[in-house]
């Protein structure tokens, strides 16, 4: 496995909008446009993160939207040269701190049934199958599967 590769983690702001736009395009069969994507920067629910390489280029993103005590991850993607280096894991990271440090109850999200490295990532962070949503994915036809991790605070 290739080594780690440097990011730094911040908020997505409107400056990364075509970058995100772009990823989106070349990760996901069926896209978040670009508007889709700004509306989400006002979005109170929404949390949006990049990870900016060196070059302070857009390496990868990921969407947490909190609802009370249940966070969803609404997407996560990695540039293709950049995957298999920790990128995707490093964001996972933060909302897996933050959820812990706002006592969410659990985070949840769906996947492509055949994308097995997404799958085994989200299951070495405690993520465990909870479900299938029939067809929910396009071009191709896929089912997700719904991944949900768990949290327990102990009441001191």
Not at 9 to 28: G, K, N, Q, S, Y
Not at 29 to 46: G, I, K, V
């Amino acid at each position: 496995m290739a080594s780690d590769m440097r990011v730094s983690i911040v908020p997505m702001t409107a400056d990364h909008l075509d970058e995100v736009t772009a990823l989106e395009r070349v990760c996901f069969s069926d896209p978040w446009s670009r508007n889709m994507l700004a509306e989400e920067l006002d979005n109170a629910l929404s949390a949006f993160l990049v990870a900016l390489d060196e070059e302070g280029r857009v390496a990868g993103y990921a969407g947490l939207q909190v609802i009370l005590d249940e966070g969803n991850i609404l997407n996560i993607a990695v540039r293709p040269d950049c995957r298999r280096k920790g990128v995707a894991g490093k964001l996972l990271r933060v909302f897996l701190d933050f959820a812990k440090g706002n006592h969410l109850s659990f985070l949840t999200l769906e996947v492509r049934a055949s994308n097995y490295a997404a799958i085994a990532l989200y299951g070495s962070r405690g993520f465990r199958g909870v479900g299938r949503r029939k067809n929910y994915y396009e071009h191709p036809r896929e089912d997700a599967l719904l991944m949900t991790r768990e949290f327990s605070y102990d009441e001191g």
